[in-house]
């Protein structure tokens, strides 16, 4: 059996997102290598399959949303730096064609995509480059316009969006798969950013 699933978007869209692909290093590599064949190994397309399904999920759905364009835009992002990571990891050239300031955030949204499920702090990140904290989220702060710390809570809050509507996992497997001490932990992690529950934002999709 063969699936496929085609992701299109219109420049205007690109330009609005809050993230500044447009400006960001991820995007113009990830945009630039498409002509490319990429291999991808299973657990990579796995993640992948399921950040197009869920993005899939949300346009086709017809249940009321009061942030679905606001969640289109986070899925499509981290699709990107997703791929942009994959295709990073095959091709070594693509640093020398950055500035250091792109480097460093390129370098922190591969080592985001490895690690978000052992370290949240913007300290471990900035410590994999052997930079301080503050440069690091300085330069990060410049090229996305937005700060590391946004950035490792967006990448994990879509992870957590996803195996919430893509499992019927409990919310105690899904906080322990996402690397938090304990569930309350990560409920109040993902209500500080969404002013819902975990178990509430699933319900929401129920029919």
Not at 181 to 190: A, I, N, P, T
Request: aromatic letters at 14%.
């Amino acid at each position: 059996d063969f699936q496929s699933r085609m992701v299109s978007y219109k420049r205007e869209f690109i330009s609005a997102l809050s993230l500044k692909f447009n400006r960001l290093i991820t995007y113009r590599y990830f945009r630039q290598q498409m002509n490319v064949g990429v291999p991808f190994n299973q657990d990579d397309m796995d993640v992948v399959w399921k950040s197009v399904n869920f993005l899939k999920y949300i346009l086709d759905s017809h249940t009321e949303m009061t942030y679905k364009k606001e969640m289109v835009e986070h899925l499509f992002s981290v699709f990107c730096y997703q791929m942009a990571g994959i295709i990073g990891s095959e091709d070594n050239t693509a640093m020398s064609q950055m500035s250091r300031q792109e480097e460093i955030v390129f370098v922190f949204l591969n080592d985001l995509a490895s690690y978000h499920h052992i370290d949240r702090t913007v300290e471990f990140y900035a410590g994999r480059q052997s930079i301080t904290t503050r440069h690091l989220s300085s330069v990060v702060k410049t090229i996305t316009g937005k700060s590391a710390s946004q950035i490792i809570a967006l990448i994990v809050l879509n992870e957590a969006k996803v195996l919430l509507n893509s499992s019927k996992k409990p919310v105690s497997e899904i906080s322990t798969i996402l690397g938090f001490s304990d569930q309350y932990s990560f409920s109040h992690f993902f209500k500080k950013h969404l002013e819902l529950s975990p178990s509430q934002y699933r319900h929401q999709f129920d029919i």
